[in-house]
């Protein structure tokens, strides 16, 4: 990529622009300091930091190293992350002074009192930690980021096997258990080539987005998917819909990554009309249902040629499935795509994807053809090499048969449909329920902009449907209207007992803006 896009920008902040060469030449400078800290090859490396352009460097010089990237979630209270870390046995940790709110060196005080003076009781296995200071953050007795590129750059990389660990990535926490998953180096690159292929991207496509690098979705979509194409990308330390716009006008990005929940907050902004978004081409919403509304919109508001929408997992190194430009938009709400074209990257017993699918019968594991709904299954080259214990890898299956917990079915046309999460269907009065249906039947109610629908336990039914709904801007809703059309159209056992109006701010979130819908029913009315 340096010999042939060397002199292009590759990845553009506000407080900074680094081009090809420019990476290349400071991940080595990187890889050495981390190589005269004693980081070797196989050796868990932690990274807790926010979209800093620091962030994509530190890893491309872990990869030099062969060492292995351990992305934390920067939201992370003490406890939770003394859990993280203890876990994922890191020797060295680069972490970020502080960030909204939170100073990290404070929290590592309270994980490991004397952490500074080499205090080690409960990070036994933690050798050094790395700071890079933020804002006006004084950093004493600490050794700096920036002291990692005084040595000169590593000139021979080590040896690394392409198959072997490249990331450990713990899962977003939707289900309240985060996943240690181990991805390598060949089915990230593979996952990457394929989305840029699949998405036809141009020469030098620029991609926004705020969704943190220890996500998959961000790190594989964007940051190695623009490198295909010498593009660039365009990393955000935050979500604000006003920030987005204003960065597609200043940057003129080509492209945005989001969540459905910012894709609404971008759509709702009240000044959308005042930002230039002329370069804007197309945007890739995905890992959460969308209400049907938001594809029209979109398009309209933003002044989108390209809306893509797709299915994916940490353990698939990103979105598996997605939808092509010109894939008609009536078509989004109801599908996730289909597999990615791999080109040389692809299989071929994927006829050319990058990963086998089977739709099985989750009682039975029998295998089921098109237009039968069951669990989704894959097995290939991007799956996850497995999950990190605390100790070791171990496989994702026996048989190599990652089983997603996502059910659904393939159509005649190869596109898959889901039909919601194993862990999210309920029994009411011993009848199966589905919450995407009614989702999506409450979120054609006019005045309804997300709704969210959990089964909770109830002494007579067994289980019963609470749906939490917020309302589009300028709508007020009553709950007993949206039951009552419920009731009208929809099967007794799926009529909500229970409807939640909700502002959208107080939905429980993951960072990357995920609904936590296990959390729901904390929630108060």
Known sequence: MVSVHGGRPYIVTDDAQLTYDDVATLSRRYAEGLRRLGVRPGDRVGLLMA??????????????????????????????LAYVLKH??????????????????????????GWRDGARTVLTELTEVVVLPCGEDLVEHVMLLEELAVSGPMREPAPVDP????????????????????????????????????????????????????????????????????GAIIPRLRF???????????????????????????????????????SLQAMFSAAAPSPEWVWGAAADRLGLSEIVTGYGMTEVCGANTVTLP???????????????????????????????????????????????????????????????DGASVVPIADDGWLRSGDLGYVDDHGYFRLTGRSRDVYKSGGELVLPVEVETFIGR????AQCYVVGVPDERWGEVGWAYVVPSPGHTIVAEDIIAACKRSLARFKVPKKVVVIDANDLPKTVTGKIQKFKLPEVIS
């Open 240 to 278: 604000s819909a006003a920030d987005h716009l204003r960065s597609v006008e200043r940057y003129r990005a080509n492209d945005i990554l989001c969540v459905p929940t910012m894709t609404i907050a971008i759509l709702d902004d009240p000044h959308i009309s005042a930002y230039d978004l002329g």
């Open 326 to 388: 010109e894939d008609p938009m009536n078509q989004l709400s109801a599908v996730v795509g289909r597999m990615k074209f791999g080109g040389p990257a692809g299989i071929q017993s994927a006829a050319g994807g990058v990963c086998e699918f089977r739709v099985v019968d989750q009682a039975t594991g029998e295998v089921l053809g098109p237009n039968r709904p069951g669990e989704l299954t894959w097995r290939g080259p991007v799956v996850a090499i497995g999950f990190w």
């Open 88 to 113: 994922s046995g890191c020797s060295v940790l680069i972490t970020m002074s502080s960030h909204d709110g939170i100073d990290y060196l404070e929290t590592l005080e309270v994980i490991e009192p």
């Open 445 to 448: 109610i006019e005045g309804v």
């Open 163 to 230: 198959f072997g660990p490249s990331d450990i990535l713990y899962t977003s926490g939707t289900t309240g258990v985060p996943k240690a998953v181990v991805l390598s180096h060949d089915s990230l690159l593979r996952s990457s080539f394929a989305s840029a292929l699949s998405r036809a991207f141009d020469d030098g496509w620029r991609i926004l987005f705020s969704l943190p690098l220890y996500h998959v979705f961000g790190y594989a979509e964007g940051l190695l998917a623009a490198t295909w194409v010498g």
């Open 51 to 80: 979209n800093y352009p620091e962030l994509p460097v530190l890893k491309y010089a872990l990869s030099r190293l062969g060492a292995v990237s351990v992305g934390f979630n920067f939201q992370l209270r003490s406890e939770e």
